[in-house]
């Protein structure tokens, strides 16, 4: 009884301690916090983060800035709600499948007005440009990086396999993926994407062979206004993309996602992984494949020779709610220009957005080298928008997903497939 | 206690029961060695189920990488603090309903029934603007609040069971010689029920800890965050980090495994109506 | 929970145990009580008092789960997706037809119903099974004990990790074991295929459930009075006999609402499907609660409340039909 009480005693004094603490708002020293939320957490970002922070808040004695880091998976909902709810958000990270949805609900500010006299968009490469100002001329993020597909490939397998070059068409892909494939010694071919985003992969091969007829401007269209998936072609991408899941990727990978496909890379028991630059530092940091292991090549061509490079970005931006605009958009130039946009981009290795930093040493060697490769060719190598900010891409995602893996697992044909994706676009451009 | 038990019976009652420790503790067994081998050593093939370099890296790196000693402080408050108040509330709630009959009792526990079936997720959107109107988002306080809500029902439904076995007279016995009702009952009446309590605090306890949704949803700055989110947070940025998580896991379910231990003997006690006897 | 929890006619008294009550209502003195058990209304101060014990109860179960609930509903009647909220007029049943109308959703049906039969008649056998052989005193009987209750004091989400990683086709110890038993002699990959994913995740599930039921059906058998047995042992009746015939009868109460909370926990348990296999493969393992979450993923608010209501409404219907069904056994 006395033990009870007491303990029931202990409890409401905490939670009375709590109430008092809990309370406690911002400083009210007229000093300035920002909270910043980031959406595509990973705690060796999160760190280099927060030493750009640092300096910031050092150059600007007033303002702070707390980093708020939810787990990716559930980051973007985190962010919608605070969002919604229009408090403690400041400064937040907008990803190109996001501006769509959080600028037509209001949420995000037009920091076309603060960032007027900015002097750093000069050096802003010219795709930086054209994703920070959307197409009524209002900026609601400016991007901090590029991602952009490559092949990770592993040197030494390939030459065992007695190839003497990386794959440089999906046909050759999967004849070396094949060759390399041997799950009684637990090695395999390709880190096949089959869970979330798996549309992703599948969608960039139909890209590759259809490349002649596409439209640069909707990588998803035709130059004849037709989807991609209705193109003959197609089908045969399809044939050797799903032939690749059968003859050289683990059997497991019908539910690979980003984490799985990575972690199948870098624990060295798969030899292929296309995927974007940032994948470089984790790869980096294996404790299972050294440097001289592995490298990466230009992204995959179709039977034209060709390969479409789809480009996909994130930056940063403002809430409409928050009620330091100014400090916020102070920041985000920070982060935007010399050595802090430099130092982000290359410790996160993407693509960067300034002009100076693409022909420094760091992007032009070692595993970057592809990307120069591809850079410099841009019409083997056409880069390309996809539909990403269409308010529906989330739809898509979930559905297509869901579809490739009823191929892989035999309750849909390919034709199937395509028709159904088919279909699916056609409607929704109808109704735009 | 009838002790006839023929050998094959007796042979049976042992393999399975000594099948079932092996399986329940495997797991267990599996995480802990994979937490202690070296972080490169984990993808190994073939498997190893004894670490070649015993290596506490993992765990080194939870409580410098991530801030791991914070979650635990918090969970530890939180938990305690919610679980202790629900306690509380719940008894002082089942007494009544174990007591005394009155019109609505039925609709009450029907209303405490049904908040089993609501599933979690319908909530949470509403709930953060809540939370954000009583400006009490991305608080601890907030978050044991909800808790105590949420382990109400369940554990009135429980203590009204125990106190419906302990007849009135003790209390009664008590009123007359001078004492309220609520002095009664804590003196005369919880004391009897001390193990039935422990139980009720204990299974609060373990909700608390471990309840992931909602501290995901309303915690947002890394000091407030409690354990589960942080294990979340392993697995879904760059890669899945078996390294650090199955260390953090270890982390977290050896407490509760302690705690269940040494309470397990006051649940099953706490749960049998031979607590009380006559 | 070993006397009547819910018992919604029956006078407060407790239940279940003929002549096992401490103290039988009719007889015992009432004191400030008077009368019967079933005495009603009271003074107003006898009044006020009960609902000052109830108050702090009531107060935080509206505020924090039925007002967010209620609240949260209304959205199942409108269209609210987040992706575009300019946009939130009232379309009534439009979202219930969408879901009806969606095969996926027959599929989830179909996948908790095996989720929740799957999981729960093991869990209840096993846990019935363990919990009578731990009734008779073994040396190791305490540690034991302590050490085959623990799977409870884990949450949800980090069992599916670990049987995730444990189901692992290429590194995980379930294939390696088996293949080691000379059982395959190629790796299963479990999460990657339907069937296999759905066992996998049920086996998950038992390992979590089966301490439940041992826990609670070990303390009901705790309160059979031994007469009961030895009188049974008297008139020859064998041990499977006196299982059927005594014990669970006796416990039968107990028994049957422990199962029932079980069934309606297990249903709205999506913590270990989602972290073993996220509803995948194509589906295959999505029960109604994580294909909730899908939606809500998908900023699909209006539909998914939609979800969550049909939730509620289905084990609302199925706790009435049980309900009824143990209480007419009762009667009869």
Redesign the interface.
């Known amino acids: 009884m006395a033990h009870k009480t007491s303990m029931a005693g202990l409890g409401l004094g905490l939670v009375a301690a709590l109430a008092l603490s809990g309370c406690s708002g911002e400083a009210s020293d007229g000093s300035v916090t920002l909270q910043m939320v980031e959406s595509l957490t990973n705690p060796a970002r999160t760190e280099v983060l927060e030493g750009l922070i640092h300096e910031f808040e050092e150059e600007n004695p007033g303002i702070t800035v707390e980093l708020v880091s939810p787990p990716t998976d559930q980051a973007d909902q985190k962010i919608q709600q605070m969002l919604q709810a229009g408090e403690g958000i400041d400064v937040v990270e907008v990803r190109d499948i996001t501006v769509g949805p959080f600028s037509t609900n209001g949420w995000l500010a037009d920091m076309s007005g603060e960032l007027e006299d900015w002097d750093g968009w000069t050096n802003l490469t010219e795709n930086a440009t054209k994703y920070a100002t959307n197409a009524d001329g209002a900026t609601y993020y400016v991007p901090y990086g590029f991602y952009g597909l490559s092949l990770f490939y592993r040197t030494d397998l390939i030459e065992a396999a007695g190839f003497d070059a990386p794959p440089a068409s999906w046909d050759e892909l999967l004849e070396q993926a094949s060759a390399i494939q041997d799950p009684s010694k637990n090695q395999f071919g390709y880190a096949f994407r089959g869970g979330t985003n798996a549309n992703s992969n599948v969608v960039v091969a139909i890209e590759a062979y259809v490349a002649d007829q596409l439209d640069p401007d909707n990588a998803f269209k035709l130059a004849d206004g037709d989807t991609i998936f209705s193109a003959p072609e197609a089908a045969d991408a399809l044939e050797t993309y799903f032939e690749l899941f059968e003859k050289a990727s683990p059997p497991s990978s019908v539910a690979w996602g980003y984490p799985e496909m990575v972690e199948g890379f870098s624990n060295g028991s798969t030899a292929f992984l296309l995927q974007d630059p940032e994948v470089i530092a984790t790869v980096e940091q294996s404790d299972a494949l050294t440097a001289d292991q592995w490298t990466t090549a230009p992204l995959l061509t179709g039977p034209t020779g060709k390969a479409i490079q789809p480009m996909a970005t994130a930056g940063w931006g403002t809430a409409e709610s928050s009620e330091h605009k100014a400090e916020a958009a102070k920041l985000i130039a920070f982060l935007s220009e010399g050595d802090a946009s430099t130092t982000f981009t290359e410790k996160n290795s993407l693509v960067p957005i300034l002009k100076d930093a693409a022909d420094s040493d760091f992007y032009t060697t070692g595993a970057w080298a592809s990307y120069v490769t591809m850079n410099e060719n841009p019409d083997t190598y056409i880069t390309a928008v996809q539909p990403r900010d269409s308010s529906w891409w989330t739809e898509w995602i979930q559905k297509s997903d869901a579809e490739v893996q009823q191929v892989l697992i035999g309750q849909m044909t390919q034709q199937e497939l395509l028709d159904s994706w088919d279909a699916y676009w056609t409607d929704k451009w109808k109704n735009d | 206690?009838?002790?006839?038990e023929t050998n094959p019976?007796r042979v049976i009652?042992v393999l399975?029961?000594a099948a079932?420790?092996v399986?329940?503790?495997f797991?267990?067994y599996?995480?802990t060695v994979?937490s202690l081998k070296?972080?490169?050593a984990?993808?190994s093939?073939?498997?190893t189920y004894w670490p070649e370099v015993f290596s506490l890296e993992n765990y080194v790196g939870l409580f410098e990488?991530?801030q791991f000693g914070t979650y635990i402080g918090n969970s530890l408050?939180i938990a305690?603090?919610a679980?202790?108040?629900a306690?509380?509330?719940?008894m002082?709630?089942a007494?009544?309903?174990?007591?005394?009959?009155?019109?609505s009792?039925?609709a009450?526990?029907?209303?405490?029934?049904?908040?089993?079936?609501?599933?979690?997720?319908?909530?949470?959107?509403?709930?953060?603007?809540?939370m954000?109107q009583l400006?009490?988002?991305?608080?601890?306080?907030?978050l044991?609040?909800?808790y105590?809500?949420?382990c109400?029902?369940?554990c009135?439904?429980?203590l009204?069971?125990f106190f419906?076995?302990?007849?009135?007279?003790l209390e009664?016995a008590a009123?007359?010689d001078g004492c309220s009702?609520i002095g009664a009952l804590?003196?005369?009446i919880?004391?009897v029920m001390?193990p039935g309590?422990v139980a009720a605090?204990i299974f609060n306890f373990?909700n608390c800890?471990?309840?992931?949704f909602l501290s995901?949803?309303l915690m947002?700055?890394?000091q407030n965050k409690t354990i589960?989110?942080a294990?979340?947070?392993f697995?879904?940025?760059?890669?899945?980090d078996?390294g650090s998580?199955?260390a953090a896991?270890v982390l977290?379910?050896v407490p509760?495994?302690v705690?269940?231990?040494?309470a397990?003997?006051y649940?099953?006690q706490?749960?049998?109506?031979?607590a009380?006897?006559? | 929970m070993t006397r009547t929890t819910i018992d919604l006619e029956r006078p407060s008294s407790g239940t279940g145990a003929p002549g096992e009550r401490p103290s039988d209502r009719a007889g015992a003195p009432r004191g400030s009580l008077g009368g019967s058990g079933r005495r009603r209304v009271f003074t107003t101060r006898k009044g006020v008092a009960i609902l000052g014990f109830l108050a702090p109860a009531i107060l935080f179960v509206s505020v924090f789960i039925y007002y967010p609930m209620i609240s949260g509903s209304q959205m199942a009647f409108r269209n609210w997706n987040l992706t575009n909220l300019t946009d939130t007029s009232w379309v009534g049943l439009k979202n219930f037809e969408a879901i009806f109308a969606n095969p996926v959703f027959y599929t989830v049906l179909g996948n908790t119903l095996l989720w929740v039969l799957g999981s729960i008649v093991p869990q209840l056998v096993i846990g019935f099974a363990i919990a009578l052989w731990l009734r008779r005193r073994f040396r190791f009987r305490g540690v034991y004990q302590a050490l085959i209750f623990f799977p409870w004091a884990i949450s949800g989400f980090l069992i599916g990790i670990l049987f995730r990683w444990m189901f692992n086709s290429e590194f995980g110890v379930v294939n390696d074991l088996l293949a080691k038993a000379g059982l395959i002699d190629s790796p299963i990959p479990w999460l990657a295929e339907p069937g296999t994913a759905m066992t996998a995740v049920i086996i998950a599930n038992i390992w979590y459930g089966v301490t439940f039921f041992a826990i609670m059906i070990l303390a009901a058998l705790q309160s059979v009075p031994d007469e009961l047995f030895e009188a049974a042992a008297l008139d020859g009746a064998g041990k499977v006999r006196t299982l059927f015939q005594i014990t669970i009868p006796y416990i039968r109460t107990t028994l049957a609402l422990t199962i029932l909370l079980r069934v309606i926990w297990i249903f709205n348990f999506p913590d270990i499907i989602w972290a073993m296999t996220g509803g995948g493969p194509a589906n295959q393992t999505h029960i109604v609660t994580t294909w909730m979450i899908n939606t809500t993923q998908r900023g699909d608010y209006g539909q998914a409340s939609a979800i969550g209501l049909i939730v509620v409404a289905i084990l609302l219907v199925f706790s009435a039909f049980y309900l009824m069904a143990i209480r007419e056994k009762r009667d009869a």
């Not at chain 2, 419906?164 to 007279?169: G, H, K, R």
């Not at chain 2, 705690?259 to 040494?262: C, E, I, M, R, V």
């Open positions: 206690m009838i002790n006839t019976a009652r399975v029961l079932w420790l399986i329940t503790v797991p267990l599996w995480i994979t070296e972080p490169g984990i993808f093939y073939p498997l990488k991530a408050l305690t603090a679980a202790s108040v306690t509380l509330i719940a002082l709630s007494y009544v309903l174990a007591r005394f009959e009155f019109r009792k039925g009450l526990m029907m209303a405490f029934l049904v908040t089993q079936m609501i599933p979690a997720f319908i909530a949470l959107g509403p709930l953060y603007l809540l954000t400006k009490l988002v991305d608080n601890k306080f907030g044991i609040l909800i105590i809500a949420i109400i029902p369940f009135t439904v429980m009204r069971g419906a076995n302990v007849p009135d007279a009664e009123m007359i009702r804590f003196r005369v919880v004391p001390k309590i605090f373990v800890w471990n309840e992931l995901v949803t947002n700055r890394d589960p989110t294990l979340n947070g697995i879904t940025s760059y890669n899945i078996w998580m199955s896991a977290t379910i509760t495994m705690l269940f231990a040494f397990s003997r649940i099953v706490g749960l049998t109506a031979g009380v006897k006559g």
